[in-house]
């Protein structure tokens, strides 16, 4: 991913029916009236993937699981593999939400296999990362966020496209948002994990900042040094709240 261009991604969580389509026909629309300055994706629950990306065929609109195993298939019931997104039409995966690291207890280590497993079926990992509200209160917010980013990206990665996700979990939901210098020192922080783990070829993957991303703020977080995105849940549901994102990167 170019560092230049910014990555807008939503994630839709567990939300969405085939009606919810018309939304994304809605910002298709608008898309193609006025193109977009940055990368522009959408992650659907599981269920929408093939949909959607059939409803944004020939658009800039790219199309994103929540969520792979690490395995490539077998007796794992209900799990989806990295691969059974790309035969859907996704490109990219997000891995490692604080969501599924608090409510499964996925381990850095996991998010490392599913991000291995992601580039393995050709689809651009967006790793997350993110301190608790307790470790941000202990002064601890960088160097949990940069274990984070030691222990959860693999080499691999740099095979493709790929992208690094800081969300607080105290961001996420709440209408809370770190202050833009906090932002910003978060963000620093992972780009140099990443280049002390990675190399300076990560240099130029995005890092998205996401928790609480809406019209109103997003224009100030989005110029933050380092920020080259934006990881968008609740405002991403409606073209009405996405849209004027997209537009303020
Ligand atoms: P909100 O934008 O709803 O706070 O969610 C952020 C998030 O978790 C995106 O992955």
């Known amino acids: 991913m170019k560092q230049s261009v910014k990555l807008i991604a939503g994630n ?11 939304e994304v026909a809605s910002l298709r629309r608008s898309l193609e009236e006025q193109p977009a300055a940055c990368r522009v994706a959408l992650c659907p629950p599981a269920t929408l993937v ?19 195993r690490a395995e490539t298939h077998g007796a794992f019931t209900g799990g989806v593999s990295a691969g059974m997104l790309k035969d859907a039409g996704a490109t990219l995966v997000i891995v490692g939400h ?9 381990s850095d280590r996991l998010v490392a296999a599913k991000a291995e497993a992601a580039v393995g079926a050709g ?25 984070q980013v030691m222990n959860s ?8 496209d ?19 210098d906090q932002i910003e020192e978060v963000h620093r922080a992972v780009r140099a994990a990443m280049i ?9 993957a995005p890092i998205l900042y996401g928790g609480s991303v809406k019209p109103d703020n ?6 933050v040094p380092e920020v080259g995105g934006a990881l968008v849940g609740g405002a991403s549901l409606k073209a009405s709240d996405f849209l004027p994102i997209i537009r303020a990167a």
């Open 12 to 22: 839709w969580k567990m939300n969405g029916l085939g009606a919810s389509l018309d």
């Open 50 to 68: 093939e949909r959607m990306a059939a409803a944004v065929k020939g658009s800039v609109i790219e199309v994103g699981g929540q969520d792979c």
């Open 98 to 106: 604080s969501e599924r690291r608090q409510e499964f207890g996925e």
């Open 123 to 147: 689809l651009a990992p967006i790793v997350c990362v993110g301190e608790t509200l307790e470790q941000r209160e202990a002064g601890r917010a960088v160097e949990v966020v940069r274990d």
């Open 153 to 160: 990206l693999p080499r691999a990665v740099l095979a493709g």
């Open 162 to 180: 790929f992208a690094v996700a800081y969300e607080p979990v105290w961001a996420i939901g709440t209408g809370l948002t770190p202050t833009l």
């Open 196 to 204: 002390e783990r990675l190399g300076l070829g990560s240099a130029a």
């Open 218 to 223: 997003a224009r100030d977080i989005l110029a």
